[in-house]
């Protein structure tokens, strides 16, 4: 399996560049993954918020395959501690499935559409981050997940 962080937006900040691409690589000893940026909306301040968030929903759809297991980081979805999360990934990962893609949004969310296309949301806390230290927290999260399922020592109960 394939786990792709598909995101609305670059990450801007050199520290979380820094943070984010050693957990990207420590998590691809253990699996096949990538992070795809969907480029920022030009003149988004101009623009209602619900156009806003079609147009970004037509710019994720076009990275998203027919058969892809699609999960939204949203602050509605299911909360996992740790260990939870691993045994989400696992069965993801033992379902055979091809490509999960996790789904990071832009400011104001997701349009229905994208909803819709879902086959899960997941929220990492209830409190409100940056999307942009999310994307640290998400892969770290990953990694941890992955020590977890290969049962090394990283995580610790």
Do not use: C
Not at 24 to 34: A, V
Not at 38 to 47: D, G, I, Q, R, T
Not at 59 to 82: C, F, M, P, R, W
Request: aromatic share 10%; glycine share 6%.
């Amino acid at each position: 399996m394939k786990i792709i962080l598909l995101v609305v937006g670059k990450t801007t900040e050199k520290h979380l560049i820094e943070a984010i691409e050693l957990f990207e690589k420590r998590i691809k000893h253990y699996i096949s993954f990538e992070i795809i940026v969907v480029p920022e909306l030009k003149n988004a301040k101009n623009m209602p918020i619900v156009l806003q968030k079609e147009k970004e929903a037509e710019a994720i759809s076009k990275h998203l395959q027919a058969n892809d297991e699609v999960v939204l980081l949203d602050e509605k979805g299911i909360q996992y501690t740790s260990v939870g999360f691993s045994g989400f990934l696992a069965q993801k990962m033992n379902a055979g499935l091809k490509r999960t893609v996790f789904v990071v949004g832009g400011p104001y969310g997701f349009a229905q559409s994208v909803y819709d296309r879902s086959h899960a949301q997941l929220s990492l806390s209830k409190m409100t981050f940056p999307h942009q230290i999310i994307r640290l927290f998400f892969v770290e999260q990953v990694y941890r997940a992955m020590t977890i399922i290969k049962g090394e020592a990283y995580h610790h109960e």
